[in-house]
């Protein structure tokens, strides 16, 4: 999530000298195992309704929900929001392989509910650029009352869907290792240890005492940016939130892979605690 990570790209197409900067990453192509899978999964839809329009062209921000199986009650909420940051693509191929992967062993997600959101920034999925198309950085708009309507469109979300927990997925270029950012409920540092300790079978961890400008301890930060995405500031109790950093230029399967182990370690660690507090 580094705030240093801010050059503007050209635009795809774009004359730069002689050359033409390369053509624009296709969303259409990112989506297309998730969107083959609702076709045959009992366990997974989508919802394209969170739509905006630019340049005369419309955007979605889709929404994958995968059912798990039931467990208990009402299902668990959780939403996993990758992509927001249109240069850190490993988010968003993390997130088609983890509900690639939970249809699979759909096991994993009994009892949860969990909304994907793959491409929070497509028009910087696009342009492989961290800000918007229109020159933002969205990662620091959320409850400012932004003008920006991907933020707005993603607030709503966060709204109508009162999440128990919020995880967010980002690569980092200028970290050592794997770590994480944790706020929200307390119980989040119970959370968040175990899911480093599952991503270090994949990639190293950050051990340093200062990451991204913010001290840190067991690869766990405690502080963030102003405007993060997070749950709306008044509600009652607060969700837990977490986000997931990657090191930039990792291999990419051992990336998608560490995400996907950090998850499911999530998944696993918040049921229990669930199933714990029904019994007191």
């Known amino acids: ?109 009994a009892g949860y509910c969990l909304s994907v959101y793959p491409v929070c920034n497509p ?27 991907e933020v707005g469109l993603l ?8 999440f128990h927990g919020i995880i967010s997925l980002h690569v980092d270029d200028t970290c050592d290792g794997f770590y994480g950012f944790v706020g929200g409920a307390t119980l989040t540092q119970h959370l968040i240890e175990p899911a480093l300790e599952a991503a270090e079978k994949f990639l190293p961890l950050d051990k340093r005492a200062l990451i991204d400008g913010f001290p840190a301890r067991n690869s766990v930060v405690r502080e963030t940016f102003p405007g993060v995405l997070s749950a709306p500031p008044v509600v009652r109790p607060r969700p837990f939130e977490i986000t997931l950093e990657a090191p930039k230029g990792g ?19 918040y049921r229990k605690f669930i199933a714990y507090a029904q019994n007191l």
Request: no cysteine; aromatic share 8%; charged share 25%.
């Open 251 to 269: 291999p990419a399967f051992l990336t998608e892979w560490a995400y996907v182990a950090a998850l499911q370690s999530i998944l696993a660690g």
């Open 1 to 109: 999530m580094s705030s240093t990570s801010s050059v503007v790209r050209p635009r795809a197409g774009a004359n730069v000298g002689n050359q033409v900067a390369p053509a624009r990453r296709s969303i259409a192509d990112l989506l297309a195992p998730l969107d083959q899978l609702v076709k045959e999964s009992p366990n997974l839809v989508v919802n394209r309704e969170a739509r905006f329009e630019l340049e005369g062209q419309s955007y979605a921000l889709p929404r994958y929900m995968f059912i798990g199986p039931k467990s208990g009650d009402a299902p668990i909420r959780i939403g996993i929001f990758a992509g927001i940051h249109g240069d850190e693509p490993e988010g968003a191929h993390a997130a088609v392989r983890f509900l690639r992967f939970l249809d699979a062993y759909a096991d994993l997600a």
């Open 155 to 162: 607030q709503a979300e966060l709204v109508s869907q009162s």
């Open 123 to 149: 028009t910087g999925f696009e342009d492989n650029t961290r800000h918007s198309r229109r020159g933002k950085d969205l990662n620091r708009e959320f409850w400012k009352k932004s003008a920006e309507p």
